[in-house]
């Protein structure tokens, strides 16, 4: 087996760049083997494995409606960076839940859409909206428009 190592650097004037430490890494540590027990005894865990994390689940509710491109996404979700939509964008399209199209035409433009795994979240998106509305209006928080007539229903 071979062994990989992190070597940390510091750097001075008279030499650029000086290896202080070689710190071998775990194979396997002791966060994954929890992972993994958690994924055998939750299914929960699964799904936030796929749709964790703040971003995921704002931009897979925005495809619900249809296929979108890149800027309308970016407009859609102001607060986002760049670079976060564009690294959460391709963990959606690796865990197979959209398809990203890059089309051939001048000027180049991409679209995004949900594949069938993508569009079987709309209940469960749908159902944490409609909850957000709920809660909100307990709260007196009421930021969030009724989604009743909403086409993603």
Known sequence: MKQSYISTYFYTSTYPKVCISMTAIKEASTIQENKG???EQCP???IMEKIGGYWKPII???LLSGTKRY???RRA???ITEKMLIQHLK???ADKLLIREAKPVVPPYVTYTLTPAGEKLKKVLFEMAEWAIEDSKNNALEI???LSGSSLQ
């Open 44 to 46: 929960v865990t699964y």
């Open 91 to 93: 963990q959606l399209e």
């Open 37 to 39: 027990f958690a994924l």
């Open 60 to 62: 897979l509710y925005h």
């Open 144 to 146: 969030y428009k009724d």
């Open 77 to 79: 979700i102001p607060a």
């Open 71 to 73: 800027n309308e996404l």
